[in-house]
C-alpha cells in the first residue's frame, strides 16, 4: 500500500500559477498510474489529469486542457500537476491517487475513482478573482 503526501498547494490569483506535487512512501509508482482528481465544496469530486509511469501517458479533463500539465520525476518518485492561468473555478481540495500494478489503461479508466487503490489527504487550492 503507497501512503501519498500531496503539497503545493495555497492562494493566488487568477492567471497565476502554482505546482502541485504528490509523493510517495512504502511503495514506488513504478508500473502505476498516477491521477489528480479535485472537489469543490458542495461538488463532487471529479478527473484533472493522470499519468503512466511507464511509458508517460497523460490524460486530461477538458476544463484544464492547455493550462494544467502532469509529469512525473522518475529519480524522486513524485508526480506533478503544473497548473497554470488558473481560473477562480479551479478553487477545490486537490487528490492524488495511485492504481498500483497497472496493466492496461485507457482515459475512461483514469478518470474513474474506483479504479485507484491509494490516495493523498488532499491540498488546498483557492483562487481568487
Known amino acids: 500500500q503507497a501512503q501519498l503526501v500531496e503539497s503545493g498547494g495555497g492562494l493566488t490569483q487568477a492567471g497565476g500559477s502554482l505546482r502541485l506535487s504528490c509523493a510517495t512512501s512504502?511503495?514506488?509508482?513504478?508500473?502505476?498510474?498516477v491521477g489528480w482528481f479535485r472537489q469543490a465544496p458542495g461538488n463532487e469530486r471529479e478527473f484533472v489529469a493522470a499519468?503512466?509511469?511507464?511509458?508517460?501517458?497523460?490524460y486530461y479533463t477538458d476544463s484544464v486542457k492547455g493550462r494544467f500539465t502532469i509529469s512525473r520525476d522518475g529519480a524522486k518518485d513524485i508526480v506533478y500537476l503544473h497548473m497554470n492561468i488558473l481560473r477562480p473555478e479551479d478553487t477545490a481540495v486537490y487528490y492524488c491517487?495511485?492504481?498500483?500494478?497497472?496493466?492496461?489503461?485507457?482515459?475512461?479508466?483514469?478518470?474513474?475513482?474506483?479504479?485507484?487503490?491509494?490516495w493523498g489527504q488532499g491540498t488546498q487550492v483557492s483562487v481568487s478573482p
Open positions: 512504502g511503495r514506488s509508482f513504478t508500473s502505476s498510474a
Open positions: 499519468i503512466t509511469w511507464s511509458g508517460g501517458i497523460t
Open positions: 491517487a495511485v492504481k498500483n500494478d497497472m496493466l492496461i489503461v485507457s482515459e475512461a479508466l483514469a478518470e474513474r475513482e474506483s479504479w485507484y487503490d491509494d
